[in-house]
């Protein structure tokens, strides 16, 4: 079956410091591959999709960033974190279907 | 630009009840709708998808489709104390659309006993 990892859980940062979440997927190959953000009292939000290696999709304009140098990993960095980037980041994926399937989440607290 | 909406709640049955969750969505060329469940503090779970008019059972959990009226519903029969979570609606406006769900603000399930 199916599984997804993602990592760190949580993780509380200084504003302007650097930011990487970590995520993979097992027992599939060639997944579709999200970032979806929920901030306090808003929906979730899709920040980035990948089809395959390298290709990367952005849906709205902020300071992240996502790669997928692997398959089955995808990471979401930046270089220097904003108070608006708090909040909880959910790495998801999908076997070409549209049925999307969440991770575990981490909560980013800037400071 | 695409929406959903859903009552936020919180919505508050009795344990035993039927908790009714209403959703509605503005692009009339949505293909597929999912609800998930999600308790506090933790990520999304999937309950079920429909992608056709009518009603699809499993189990206690019941969604319903009205593409006409565009609005989708998740009704909990047996309700239980368990079932006390955020009930998140989401559309997919379907083709290549790669899983870019749209979610609503979500509605809050209150079961108590």
């Known amino acids: 079956s199916q599984t997804i990892h993602q990592w760190p859980a949580t993780l509380v940062q200084p504003v302007g410091s650097p930011l990487s979440l970590e995520c993979t997927v097992e027992g599939t190959s060639n997944p579709n591959l999200y970032w979806y953000r929920q901030a306090a009292g808003r929906g979730l939000q899709l920040l980035f999709y990948s089809v395959g290696i390298g290709q990367i999709s952005s849906e709205v304009p902020q300071n992240l960033s996502a790669s997928r140098p692997q398959d089955r990993q995808f990471i979401l960095s930046s270089k220097k974190l904003l108070l608006s980037d708090s909040g909880f980041y959910l790495c998801?994926?999908?076997?070409?279907?549209?049925?999307?399937?969440f991770g575990e989440g981490s909560w980013l607290t800037v400071v | 630009q695409k929406e959903v909406e859903q009552n936020s709640g919180p919505l508050s049955v009795p344990e035993g009840a039927i908790a009714s969750l209403n959703c509605t969505y503005s692009?009339?060329?949505?293909?597929?709708f999912f609800w998930y469940r999600q308790y506090s503090g933790k990520s999304p779970e999937l309950i079920m998808f429909?992608?056709?008019?009518g009603d699809k059972e499993d189990g206690r959990f019941t969604a319903q489709l009205n593409k006409a009226s565009q609005y989708v519903s998740l009704l909990i029969r047996d309700s239980q104390p368990s079932d006390s979570a955020t009930y998140l609606c989401a559309v997919d406006a379907g083709g290549t659309s790669y899983g870019k769900l749209t979610f609503g603000q979500g509605t809050i399930l209150t079961v108590h006993p």
């Open positions: 998801a994926w999908s076997d070409r279907g549209n049925t999307i399937y």
């Open positions: 429909i992608y056709s008019n």
């Open positions: 692009d009339r060329g949505s293909q597929s």
